[in-house]
């Protein structure tokens, strides 16, 4: 049973710069949740996909976009980068946007 | 008043010890309530619902009051790989989960 994956693991970016993080659910899920974790705190929710659509919405700048694909994994878009978007980026998934979700290992990123 | 509030902790306790966290939450509209634990520069993992009735798995005790809107885990007979980052997740509006910042706690010998 594939669990939830994202890749990639680490990434190094320098300010101003747009990168893309990616996430496949665990099999037999279709809805995607983003999260960003900073140090110290616990993860935020960015937004959720499902049905290759945007379906909620955290209190993230529209610098954060993402996308859903026929087969249920995700990408996670982020422009302008900024020092302070340094942190653990995590995806989680789950079955017709029930609540229990399910993460996967993240993807660390950071912004010099 | 943040969303969901917890205990930063450490709590350093010996194996073997009963250990308590709580965790308390402004949204009086949640409906669901978990505990995940997280390790260190690892993902969160679920480590059981929070039930109205209250549920126990093992070890661990959930307990949830609405009227005081507080949630609680109990966990008996420690032990070493209990030693982690708890952390208290509420439904907010809809379908989006917000966590509380953590509770750490280290288990010794």
């Known amino acids: 049973d594939a669990g939830v994956t994202q890749s990639p693991t680490h990434l190094i970016k320098t300010r101003g710069q747009q990168v893309t993080l990616r996430c496949s659910p665990k099999?037999?899920?279709?809805?995607v949740s983003w999260y960003q974790q900073a140090l110290g705190q616990g993860p935020q929710f960015i937004f959720q996909?499902?049905?290759?659509?945007?379906?909620q919405r955290g209190n993230f700048p529209d610098r954060f976009s993402g996308h859903q694909f026929p087969n249920y994994s995700s990408e996670l878009n982020v422009n302008a980068l900024l020092l302070g978007d340094s942190a653990l980026y995590l995806c989680?998934?789950?079955?017709?946007?029930?609540?229990?979700?399910?993460f996967g290992p993240g993807t660390r990123l950071l912004v010099l | 008043r943040k969303e969901v509030e917890q205990d930063p902790g450490p709590f350093n306790v010996p194996e073997g010890a009963t250990v308590a966290f709580n965790c308390t939450y402004s949204n009086s509209a949640s409906q669901s309530f978990f505990w995940y634990r997280q390790d260190c520069r690892k993902e969160p993992k679920l480590l059981m619902s929070v039930y109205s009735s209250g549920n126990e798995d093992g070890r661990f005790t959930a307990q949830l009051n609405r009227a005081s809107q507080y949630i609680s885990l109990l966990i008996r007979d420690s032990k070493l790989s209990d030693s982690a980052t708890y952390l208290c997740v509420v439904n907010g509006q809809g379908n989006d989960m917000r966590f509380g910042a953590g509770t750490r706690l280290t288990v010794k010998p």
């Open positions: 099999s037999g899920h279709d809805t």
């Open positions: 996909y499902y049905e290759e659509e945007e379906r």
């Open positions: 989680a998934s789950s079955l017709r946007r029930q609540e229990t979700q399910y």
